[in-house]
């Protein structure tokens, strides 16, 4: 299903490129192809959907849903729209397009190309924050996302300079393949990082996986990386490092006796965790047990934050948020109940 969706989405966007190529050859206006003129229109709103149905494909397994219907209101609504061009047959649609007269027909008010824009930076948002701070996405999966949607907000990004500068006449919409070479090279990027995404999450990195950025060894063979991953298992167990609110990585770095790089690589790596992440788990593991106990200990939610090592109330109930499902008062209650 994943992989299908990632075909589709490469798919529209050569169907959208062959019809630049004919419209710069000017063969677009020609009886053989003058029913493709403006049918690439409504595409620029199911670009977007598709990267979020691929994203929640990859990242949640999750299936198709009655209520992904809805992303094809957008596209509908233009065809709708277009729909009295379309229907034109050849002889005519070349006489209204040779003419002049192509917006007599394609009812396109001009302020809707600015809500499509703003439409497809939505679904770059949404397909960002509907998965980034979820408990089950790792370090990899996160840095996955990014780069993905980062590629398609590339794309949105040049889409919508082209637009801009040729509606505010600081272009002639002649140099669109300028434009349009920048779009490739996002949608490249976009495919790309939908392909590879097996390897991103099998522990590979950013840098082994992009061919044109050169991976560097970092000198920890898989013998001594396993040593090491134990050897901070071992630290965080005896140190208990996570208790300052003041740790950073120099200071893992400084107990493992291992490079900045290095630490942060077995911690990525074998944990798929960010650093913040890691120590977050520890401090919240120690909050559930002081919670457990607060019948005893009676510590406001407060205090029990800066006893396990958060800065504040709010960092606090965010990381457990994360880690539990729960915040801490419903914690304590769904623990009661079990």
Request: net charge positive.
């Amino acid at each position: 299903m994943a992989n299908r969706l990632l075909s589709l989405y490469t798919f529209l966007f050569s169907f959208e490129l062959l019809n630049n190529c004919l419209r710069w050859s000017g063969d677009l206006y020609t009886s053989r192809f003058i029913h493709l003129d403006l049918t690439h229109f409504p595409l620029w709103v199911i670009y977007g959907p598709i990267v979020y149905l691929y994203s929640r494909r990859v990242l949640s397994k999750s299936t198709f849903k009655i209520t992904d219907l809805l992303f094809l209101i957008p596209p509908i609504g233009i065809i709708v729209l277009l729909i009295p061009f379309y229907l034109l047959g050849s002889a005519k649609k070349l006489e209204v397009v040779k003419s002049g007269h192509t917006w007599d027909y394609a009812l396109f008010p001009s302020f809707v190309i600015w809500l499509i824009i703003a439409l497809m930076f939505f679904y770059a948002f949404l397909t960002y924050l509907s998965f980034a701070w979820r408990t089950n996405i790792g370090f990899r999966q996160h840095k996955w996302l990014k780069w993905f949607v980062g590629s398609y907000v590339g794309f949105v990004s040049s889409f919508g300079l082209y637009i801009a500068l040729v509606r505010f006449g600081l272009m002639d919409p002649s140099y669109d393949y300028f434009i349009d070479l920048g779009i490739v090279f996002f949608i490249g990027m976009l495919a790309f990082f939908g392909f590879v995404q097996p390897e991103i999450f099998e522990g590979k990195t950013i840098k082994e996986v992009i061919p044109f950025i050169k991976y560097k060894k970092t000198g920890l063979s898989p013998a001594l990386s396993l040593e090491m991953r134990q050897k901070l298992l071992d630290v965080m167990q005896r140190e208990k490092p996570h208790l300052n609110n003041e740790l950073r990585l120099d200071d893992i770095s400084r107990l493992m006796n291992l490079s900045r790089n290095h630490t942060s690589q077995i911690i990525n790596e074998h944990f798929n965790l960010s650093f913040f992440d890691f120590v977050n788990r520890y401090r919240i593991k120690e909050a559930k047990k002081l919670l457990m106990q607060n019948d005893e200990n009676r510590l406001t939610m407060t205090q029990i934050a800066y006893d396990v090592g958060f800065n504040n109330r709010a960092s606090f109930y965010k990381a457990f948020k994360k880690f539990t499902d729960f915040n801490p008062s419903d914690y304590i209650k769904h623990t009661a109940a079990s």
